[in-house]
C-alpha cells in the first residue's frame, strides 16, 4: 500500500497541478495515473528535445494515409501500431463490402470518425454514424455497407474488451450501458450468388471460407456476448472545479494490456490557479495514442483525424504555447471543446512503416 503521506522537497506550489508561478509541471508516475507519483517541478521545458532512434513519438494525420479498403472494395484496412496485445488500424472505406469478415485474433472496438452507414452482423445490423463506438466480439461475421466514404479508428484486443470495474461512483458513470443500441436479430436470404465468402482476418492470414447460404442467417440469439453500438455524446463526462483530473477518469472499455478512453468537451476548471491542459509526463508504464476527432481547446482548433503516439518514458504533454494560451484566456472560455480518443497499452508499440513515412516529424 502507498503511503499516503508525500513528501515535499525544494520549491513546491501548495496545490497539485496549480500556482506554478513559472515552474513546469512534469509528473513521474507508476501505474497510468493510479500509483507512485513524483511531481518534479522544472525550469525548463521537458517537451523541448530532438529525438534520434526508434523510441520517438510519432504524429501523422490519417487523411494522408490510404488503407487499401479506400480505393478498392476488396482492400483491408491500414495497420498503424501494434504489439501483442492488440492492433490499431485505420479504415476509409467507401464501397460495402463484396465479402463478410471475422476477425479472429480478437475483439474489435471500432470508432466512427467520419461517414455513416450499415454494419450487417450475426446478431442483428447496426447503423452507424460519427461519434460512434462499434464493438463486435471475437469471431463475428459481419459486413460493412457505408452510405458514403467514411474513416473508422479500428482497435483489436487480443483479450476481451471489457466494460471496467465500476468505481465509487457506481456502474453507470461515466458510461451507461443502459444507452448502448443493441441489435436485433434479423435472419438474411440468398440474394442469389453461388457462394458467400467469410474472409478470416488473422495471423498468417487471410483465410477465406465459402457458404452455399447466406452466412448472416441468425432467427434469434440470447446471451451477454453480443455486438452494439455507443455514441460518446451519451458519455457522462467527470469535471472538477480545483484540479485538471487524470485521464484515468475517462476510462470507456478496457481488455489486458490495453485502455480506451473518451475525452470529450466539458466545462473548465474555474477556481484561479489551476492548470486547464494535462501536464507534463511520461507515463513510464504505458504508450499513450491519442486521435483527435474534432474541437478546439480554449479557441485554438484541433487538428481532426490526427493521431499521434507517445511511447513510455518519453516525455509528452500540451506544448507550452497552448499552456500559456490557457493562462492568458482563463477568464475568456469556461469550457474544453475537445474530442480525443486516447488508447493507452501496457507493452510498447510497434509503427507501421506507413505511420514512419507518414510522420510530421515534430519532434
Known sequence: M??????????TPRRLHADLDGLKD?????????GRTANLYRTGDPTAYRSEGPLRPTDALTSALAPEDQSAATGSPMLLYSNVDCRIMLSRRAEQMPFFVRYVDGDLLIFVHAGSGLVETEFGPLRYRPGDWL????ATTWRQVPDEA?????????????????????????FDPAQAEIPEPQAMESDGRDEYEVRLIHEGGPTSLFYQHHPLDVAGWRGDNFA???NIADYNVITSDSVHLPPTVHLFMQAAGVYVMNFLPKRAESVPGTERVPWYHRNVDYDEIAFFHE????????????????????????????RERARRKFDDYDRIEWTVIAVDTRRRLTPSPEILAADLGQH
Do not use: C, N
Open 228 to 230: 452494439f453500438t455507443f
Open 295 to 322: 474541437g478546439s481547446l480554449f479557441g485554438a482548433p484541433m487538428p481532426p483525424g490526427l493521431i499521434s503516439h507517445a511511447p513510455q518514458g518519453v516525455h509528452h504533454g500540451a506544448p507550452e504555447k497552448a
Open 150 to 174: 467514411g474513416t473508422w479508428l479500428m482497435i483489436q484486443a487480443t483479450e476481451e474488451f471489457r466494460v471496467p470495474p465500476a468505481g465509487q461512483i457506481g456502474r453507470h458513470f461515466p
Open 26 to 34: 512534469d509528473e513521474l508516475g507508476r501505474g497510468g495515473f493510479t
Open 135 to 138: 464493438y463486435l466480439p471475437k
Open 2 to 11: 502507498e503511503s499516503f503521506v508525500h513528501l515535499r522537497k525544494g520549491v
